[in-house]
């Protein structure tokens, strides 16, 4: 890909502004705020689009920083490029009302969709990580994320083992993780649920326990008293016979009456009816029979209205069908307790059970750890793979970043491993030299090689290298080294700086290159 022209409508502190570019290196010079970064961040804009944050993110993004100076509801732009051996032409408006874009072949007129991928296939799969990872450079941002080594995996993916194809490594593993963790969250939903139930279980089956403990007293007291009253039964069929025997010999008469009394009374209305003359005898008879028989009438009330004993008070109080009654009920109570009581302890032994179910790990528990486990395996087979795959291609990323470490530095170093994760380490004389122990400058040219190493590996479609304000800790002779290589192995160079040694150097070495204004 080589870019050919920018029309800048309305971005930034730009308003209808037009920049021809061709090939080779091209220098614009400009000092600090004349928009150098601008036109950079232009670029990137029209291949990838800018998309404004949300909530306090939004105030200080890139959309909000290049919103145009004038008239801001006017901010747009066009590019035309040339890729594949074809020229095309995008436009976009970047105003989050009515943004939209429009990619046209300028050969035949074909309307591309953006949409759909077609630039993105124009500018060889790269997406806006790995521009920024390789070929755009911009103020003291060499050094690159994690993300280019996420796309260096997935390109070793795609290119050895899909031939090509377009495997997200990335995206697998991001998935793979995700479907991991909704397992555990769906497992981590039953067994509290689970637990809930049990916790549940446990609470009902302690108030029926305390219920059992319950009624087995109850049960326990019933018998009791079943046991007193039918011992006071016995007993007082006891001492009723014992009573009876007693109360007869103190009162033997039903009146109450003694024999001797009765005797004395015949004998006194007897006597007088041979001591005395008719017919007072009989007149004194009468009179001592009426005498002896009221004395009789009243002690036969004086019997009746006695003070009863005990034992007559006793039997007086409970009659033998009350006491029949009253056992025959603490009987009825202790059958129905003793069957309330089975009924509890088997309800009892069932929750028991359902509690010993629960703590057992059911089939849907048991599906999802086998999922879990699957998608674990599954991700340390695709990690295996990986690496496998990775280590293929470190080795090419390794032999092209130390071609060109090698030519930048002057053949100090001339060897650059890359490893895990981008570690980095530099080799000089058989040592193995830490990026971490080395100068600032040296490092700066480290992640140049990386970055150009890089894009060799991954792109199908060269980019123009864009460096903004790149070199400001190169030295002389390292900047020299890294224009010579940028001339002999890049296409399209578009260097913005506000330093003039790039200008003299180039001139110095008769390196060809056009000078663009920047304001």
């Known amino acids: 890909m080589q870019i050919a022209e920018l ?9 209808e502004k037009k920049i021809r570019l061709s090939d080779g290196i091209q220098l614009f010079y400009g000092e600090n705020e004349s928009g150098k970064s601008t036109i950079h961040t232009f670029i990137k804009g029209m291949l990838f689009g800018m998309e404004r944050k949300r909530g306090r993110a939004s105030s200080n993004d890139t959309f909000t920083r290049y919103e145009p100076w004038e008239n801001p509801n006017y901010y747009s732009g066009s590019m035309r490029f040339e890729s594949g051996g074809k020229h095309f032409c ?9 943004k939209k874009v429009q990619l046209i072949c300028e050969d035949d007129g074909e309307e591309l969709s953006v949409e759909n991928g077609d630039l993105e296939i124009l500018l060889g799969g790269v997406n806006a990580a790995s521009y920024e990872n390789t070929v755009s450079i911009g103020q003291l941002k060499i050094e690159t994320d994690r993300t280019l080594a996420d796309e260096l995996r997935d390109f070793a993916t795609n290119y050895y083992a899909g031939g090509g194809g377009d495997m997200n490594l990335t995206g697998a593993f991001d998935q793979l993780k995700e479907r991991r963790k909704e397992l555990e969250r769906q497992l981590k939903a039953v067994l509290q649920k689970k637990q809930r139930q049990r916790e549940h279980k446990e609470q009902e089956a ?3 326990w305390r219920d059992i403990h319950k009624l087995r007293e109850e049960q326990r007291c019933l018998e009791k008293e079943i046991t007193v009253r039918q011992e006071q039964e016995r007993e007082k069929a006891e001492r009723e016979t014992e009573n009876k025997g007693v109360i007869d010999e103190i009162r033997p008469e039903k009146w109450r009456i003694h024999p001797l009394e009765l005797l004395v009374f015949a004998l006194i209305i007897i006597l007088p009816m041979f001591l005395l ?22 002690r036969m009330k004086v019997g009746k209205k006695r003070e009863k004993t005990e034992p007559e008070k006793l039997l007086e109080e409970i009659t033998p069908e009350e006491e029949k009654a009253s056992i025959e009920k603490l009987k009825w109570e202790l059958a129905h307790t003793k069957e309330e009581l089975k009924d509890r302890e088997i ?3 069932n929750l028991q059970e359902q509690i010993a179910e629960l703590d057992e790990l059911d089939d849907s528990v048991k599906g999802i750890e086998k999922e ?32 060109i470490i090698r030519e930048i530095t002057g053949g100090k170093y001339n060897r650059l491993v890359v490893e895990d994760q981008l570690k980095m380490s530099l080799i000089s004389e058989g040592r193995k030299i830490p990026v971490s122990q080395v100068s600032r400058g040296t490092i700066e040219q480290i992640y140049f090689a990386l970055r150009m190493a890089a894009v060799d590996v991954l792109g199908r479609e ?14 002389d002779v390292r900047l020299e080294n890294t224009l010579k290589w940028l001339a002999m192995n890049k296409k399209q160079v578009l260097i913005f700086t506000c330093q003039k040694r790039e200008e003299a150097i180039l001139r110095k070495l008769h390196i060809p290159y056009k000078k663009g204004a920047v304001g």
Request: charged letters at 25%; one cysteine or more; aromatic letters at 16%.
């Open 90 to 98: 995008i436009r976009r408006d970047f105003d989050k009302v009515s």
């Open 277 to 298: 003359h008719q017919p007072w005898n009989y007149l004194i008879a009468i009179i001592l029979f009426l005498s002896c028989g009221i004395y009789v009438w009243n």
């Open 347 to 349: 309800e009892y032994s």
């Open 372 to 403: 879990c486990a699957s998608v674990q395996f599954a991700a340390n087979k695709l990690e295996e793979l990986s690496r496998k795959l990775e280590s293929k291609m470190g080795e090419e990323l390794n032999a092209q970043v130390s071609s």
């Open 206 to 208: 302690s108030y029926i």
């Open 462 to 475: 060269e980019l123009p290298v864009i460096l903004d304000d790149t070199f400001a800790y190169y030295d």
């Open 7 to 15: 029309v800048i409508k309305n971005f930034g502190k730009f308003t």
